[in-house]
């Protein structure tokens, strides 16, 4: 990360836990690494941003219904999924600085550096050229051809390697790239191992092995379990999908850059039950439909690119991730998979029991193919508060900082601030607040002048203040105040509900997408 970029994240995460946004956990005790508390303007940030995501799957989409299953699950759920024997990441330490890595990391860092030098390669080629073809330099330019070469080699090794568990393979591959520490510039390495991701605990009164069970890693296989459930008790027709927002854990090895990867995250994931044989046209249309979703926001379209995986798991027919613009670069935010009938097939070998759809039209039997979209919560919370986030310098030469919080988004939709304490001032914005707090969270405050006021609401991402003066008294009116450009007018009180409730609705941003 550049250095400037590195400054404005440090600024960010310090901004979310000074106004009540993001905590680390249990603090007190000097926090617990890789966990976080969520305060009282984050909790509401959150909650916003998984109505959107609810409301869209099963609001919008009348095949598609939502569920709230156990983070418990029987144990031989991880071994059908495969998380109890493959859900490991190849970890190596470095034994100058002590530091842990994901070896697949490292690699792929070495790959996103040359990946870099191409891409310098193009820009100092198109400033040369006029009418640049960018394809065919990159088909044709030598020093290009041999970084695509290396690339290419570089992860053909490293799928086999992972594919087959190969971990002195792994080890290798790094000692062939001469790949150094970061921290210590040593190539002082340990061996590659296998470190499996999931948490365990015990249930019940005895801890040996027989009452082992896991913290759910992915909320995937609650839904997959309770497939026929849903699918008979709500005579659904396939092709239909079920939601679910839940938590999930992983033991990560590296735990670093805030909230994008957690020990203990939130999942909001969707997986949508096809025919076989239409999985891929399922797949293309989820793809373009969260893709939209994502745009909708108003965080930038340019923020946003979709990142095909080169490596398949054995199961998988396609995947991709959609790739937000973090401060840190552009990083996986939602996983887009065509995951085949593997789970579905696998939990009925494990528990003995069919999950099999009955289509009427065909009178046939078959287990649905399955296409997932699957977003991380903190990472969708991450990217609004990365992007929001402004450091900017006024006219009248002052500072400010701005979250510029999509207003459906935003904690408090509007503050409601008496200019004075005294003259009735008071009793009239209370009065207006109890018309609009049903439909919108208002914030109160009378404490401190207006302007003192406004920066608060600033900095907690407030789209719109409303001032109660003395002519409000006289004629009912008040000025609203727009967060972004500053600019205040005079409304009257009676058309406040409407002009808020528009800009500041969930409902009519889900109507854009
Ligand atoms: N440790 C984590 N902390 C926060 N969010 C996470 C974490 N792991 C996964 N997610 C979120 O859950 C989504 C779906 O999970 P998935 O298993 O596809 O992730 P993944 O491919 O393992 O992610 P990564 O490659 O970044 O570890 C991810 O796109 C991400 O938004």
Not at 277 to 296: A, F, I, V
Not at 328 to 336: K, V
Not at 363 to 391: C, H, I, W
């Amino acid at each position: 990360m550049a250095n400037q970029e590195d400054n404005l994240f440090k600024n960010v995460i310090a901004h979310a836990k000074e106004y009540g946004f993001i905590f680390p956990s249990s603090e007190i005790y000097d926090g617990l690494s890789a966990v976080y508390d969520y305060g009282q303007n984050g909790a509401e940030l959150k909650n916003n941003i998984k109505e959107y995501w609810w409301k869209f799957m099963t609001l919008l989409h009348d095949n598609i219904v939502g569920i709230d299953a156990a983070i418990f699950m029987h144990p031989t759920t991880w071994k059908a999924s495969g998380h109890v024997d493959a859900f490991n990441d190849p970890m190596i330490d470095n034994k100058d600085s002590k530091k842990r890595y994901r070896a697949d990391q490292l690699i792929e860092g070495y790959i996103e550096k040359l990946e870099e030098k191409i891409e310098k390669e193009v820009e100092k080629a198109a400033k040369r050229f006029e009418n640049f073809d960018r394809d065919m330099f990159i088909a044709t330019n030598g020093r290009v051809v041999e970084y695509k070469k290396k690339i290419d080699e570089v992860n053909e090794r490293m799928k086999n390697a992972m594919g087959s568990g190969d971990m002195v393979e792994m080890k290798k591959i790094i000692d062939d790239l001469e790949i150094a520490d970061p921290i210590s510039g040593t190539r002082n390495w340990t061996e590659v191992r296998q470190f499996n991701l999931m948490f365990s605990t015990e249930i019940g009164s005895l801890a040996d092995d027989a009452n082992k069970i896991y913290l759910r890693p992915e909320t995937a296989q609650g839904i997959f379990v309770n497939f026929l459930n849903v699918q008979k008790t709500g005579r659904m027709k396939i092709p239909f999908g079920i939601a679910q927002i839940g938590k999930a854990f992983r033991n990560e090895i590296v735990a670093r850059q805030f909230i994008f990867r957690m020990r203990e995250f939130e999942q909001m994931e969707m997986q949508f039950f096809v025919k076989p044989g239409e999985e891929g046209k399922w797949y293309e249309y989820w793809k373009e439909k969260r893709m939209r979703w994502h745009q909708t926001l108003g965080l930038g379209a340019a923020n946003y690119r979709f990142h095909d995986h080169l490596n398949l798991a054995h199961y998988a027919k396609a995947a991709c991730d959609i790739q937000f613009n973090f401060p840190m670069g552009f990083r996986e935010l939602e996983g887009i998979h065509s995951r085949s009938d593997f789970d579905l097939k696998s939990h009925e070998k494990f528990s003995g029991k069919k999950l099999q759809y009955f289509d009427s039209e065909d009178n046939q039997s078959y287990v649905p193919y399955v296409v997932e979209t699957s977003v991380g919560l903190d990472r969708m919370f991450l990217s609004v508060l990365a992007n929001s986030y402004k450091e900017e310098k006024l006219e009248d030469g002052s500072d400010r900082v701005v979250l510029r919080i999509p207003a459906p988004l935003a904690p408090h939709k509007v503050a409601i601030l008496p200019l004075m304490k005294k003259d009735g001032l008071p009793e009239k914005a209370a009065e207006i607040m109890n018309d609009l707090k049903y439909d919108l969270r208002c914030f109160y405050e009378e404490k401190d002048a207006i302007g003192k006021r406004y920066r608060r609401q600033d900095a907690i991402g407030t789209p719109y203040c409303i001032t109660i003066d003395h002519q409000t008294l006289e004629d009912n009116t008040v000025t609203i105040r727009d967060r972004d450009t500053m600019k205040q007018e005079r409304v009257h009180v009676k058309d406040l509900r409407s002009k808020l409730i528009d800009a500041c609705s969930i409902n009519n941003l889900l109507r854009k997408i």
